[in-house]
């Protein structure tokens, strides 16, 4: 910590951003729209963050959006639904703020920038039997952003994650994805559109593989990133900050690093800190994660260190729910930098995940952030859950992707990658020798498969209640019936692959109040210094309201924070 130094500034504004994913971006342009000499600066070489590689949803409850959609919300309702779900870990005025802020910052960004986004009607709340849940509408899919007008800018954009993309280049929104992967009605017309205007785009399919026409994280980040050139709000990458500096208790500035040599910069009104969580640092993992946990097993951005925490601590910031994650579980694919999450595959019908027992240990259709939790609470050294595996047969492996395979109907295994073949995927013709190929208990697995067969037969899961939920039944493949959640696995040959507990970012981080100032142990503010997305404390607490409830706060609580600092009188 750099203490009771007022001279020798390099360079002065009013706020500094540190982090260049969406909270950062909408701070910057809320601080710019109400006058403020505002700059970001990102310590990687590539825009966006975890942002940018992310679905892109926001979950905003009670928003206009909805309501236009004809779907009905409201401020108590929401807060219930926060309030259940948050078990009391999160205090109330936090989770006000957040109910009658997030629809404003929505409207703001829709109306002042290019942000648009759309309500998905079908996509429910995570946790359906919660009292204020609703159906649908409170999760929002950004709208596809043609980033043609970003020119060469867009290279410098951190990419979508694969998983995200058909072929692995081509994007889908949420709802496209949806009729795609369980291949409902249209399908195939869908595909060939994208794969036409994405052929077709030239002179820049000679320049680069990438997609000009943006969905999900890369959409939101490109209209937000878009705003920010129209305003003129510098953006400087390979910017690290390395120390944060303070006069007489309160942030004045930071100490950063540019092309090798330190620079210091005043920030008259604040800094924000928006630069993403730890999962990129494994000694961080080590310290407050649940074990085993690996780098290699999330799906965030890997130049997210913990960096802002660090520096934060330094000035005697707390810290909550640094033990959390927005778990998901994950498939380590040979060749990728990425995880790539499984939430599509583990709630459609044919499969079933076990520990090394052979036995279920949750609802395989429950939010992923239940499933990862299940599968440490699993987890011990005489019964391993970490790994699980995700087991299907050859009706499921025909019809559905899986991680980086494409449905057996279009790449039959003869055609996968050698290294997808060498040990990535196993397979057997029968459950008996699969299990034993994959190091899991025959019997257990040969018993669970029966079991499984069963509920497939009846509809009912009476272990778990896969399928019972409406949000269960949103990956599901509505072509299945009784249950679209539930099929059969018995048609050879079987396939196992493992599964680890993977993230979207980890979760905890600072302490902040509701205007997302960090706090002391004390409970005191440290003026001037304000945390916003994955290094703040979340305000889902342990849980995850629904898709976009990481972003959904990120970007209002970056908006409270950027108005709350411009309010500050004087220099």
Same mark, same amino acid.
């Given at each position: ?250 942030? *004045? ?5 540019? @092309?090798? %040599?330190? &620079?210091?910069?005043?920030? /008259?009104?604040? $800094?924000?800190? =928006? #630069? ?66 499984? *939430? ?5 019908? @044919?499969? %079933?995940? &076990?520990?090394?027992?052979? /036995?279920?240990? $949750?609802?395989? =259709? #429950? ?88 509920? =497939? ?89 629904? =898709? ?24």
């Amino acid at each position: 910590m750099s203490e009771n130094i007022d001279t020798g500034w390099d360079e002065t504004v009013d706020l500094l951003v540190i982090g260049s994913g969406a909270g950062a971006m909408t701070a910057g342009i809320v601080a710019h729209d109400l006058g403020s000499d505002v700059l970001l600066i990102e310590k990687s070489e590539r825009y966006g963050g975890s942002s940018a590689m992310s679905g892109g949803s926001l979950w905003i409850p009670n928003n206009h959006l909805m309501k236009e959609a004809g779907i009905e919300d409201s401020r108590e309702e929401s807060l219930n639904y926060l309030r259940e779900i948050t078990g009391g870990l999160v205090p109330i005025e936090k989770l006000e703020k957040y109910v009658d802020e997030a629809p404003q910052v929505l409207r703001y960004l829709e109306e002042k920038t290019h942000l648009r986004m759309l309500a998905l009607p079908a996509y429910a709340d995570y946790y359906p039997r919660a009292k204020g849940s609703r159906p649908g509408g409170r999760s929002l899919d950004p709208m596809t952003f043609d980033a043609r007008s970003l020119g060469d800018d867009l290279l410098s954009m951190n990419e979508q994650n694969p998983q995200m993309l058909v072929m692995g280049r081509i994007f889908m929104t949420i709802p496209e994805s949806r009729m795609m992967l369980t291949r409902a009605k249209g399908w195939i017309g869908l595909m060939s559109r994208l794969m036409f205007r994405y052929l077709f785009d030239v002179p820049w399919r000679f320049k680069s593989r990438r997609d000009r026409f943006l969905a999900m994280g890369n959409s939101l980040v490109g209209m937000l990133r878009q705003s920010m050139v129209d305003r003129g709000i510098p953006l400087r990458l390979e910017t690290p900050a390395r120390e944060l500096i303070a006069e007489d208790g309160r942030v *004045v500035g930071a100490v950063v690093e540019r @092309g090798g %040599v330190s &620079v210091r910069i005043r920030a /008259r009104k604040g $800094v924000i800190l =928006a #630069a993403g969580g730890f999962e990129g640092n494994q000694n961080l993992r080590e310290k407050y994660l649940p074990q085993p946990s690996r780098v290699e097993w999330s799906c965030a951005n890997k130049k997210n260190t913990g960096d802002a925490i660090e520096m934060a601590r330094a000035l005697g910031a707390a810290l909550e729910f640094m033990d959390e994650g927005w778990w998901g579980p994950v498939t380590v694919v040979p060749g990728e930098t990425n995880a790539r999450m499984l *939430v599509i595959e583990k709630s459609l019908p @044919g499969s %079933v995940m &076990v520990n090394q027992a052979g /036995r279920r240990f $949750v609802n395989e =259709a #429950a939010p992923y952030i239940d499933v990862v939790n299940a599968q440490y609470a699993d987890h011990s050294e005489e019964s391993p859950c970490v790994p699980c595996y995700l087991i299907f047969d050859a009706r499921f492996r025909k019809s559905y992707p899986v991680g980086p395979l494409l449905p057996g109907a279009q790449q039959p295994d003869a055609f996968l990658p050698k290294a997808l073949k060498d040990g990535y995927v196993q397979k057997d013709d029968t459950v008996r020798g699969l299990a034993k190929k994959l190091g899991i208990d025959p019997d257990g697995l040969e018993a669970t498969v029966a079991r499984m067969n069963e509920f =497939a037969r009846t509809g009912q899961d009476t272990e778990f209640g896969r399928g019972d939920t409406v949000f269960d039944r949103y990956y599901g493949d509505e072509k299945v019936e009784p249950n679209p959640c539930l099929a059969p696995i018995a048609e050879a040959p079987f396939y196992g692959m493992e599964s680890f507990p993977g993230e979207l970012g980890t979760k905890g981080g600072l302490r902040t109040d509701v205007h997302a100032r960090v706090l002391t142990e004390s409970g005191e503010v440290i003026e001037g210094l304000y945390a916003v997305g994955n290094c703040s404390s979340p305000v889902m607490g342990k849980t995850y309201a629904g =898709a976009g409830a990481t972003l959904g706060p990120s970007t209002t609580f970056a908006s409270i924070a950027a108005r709350h600092a411009m309010a500050r009188a004087g220099d």
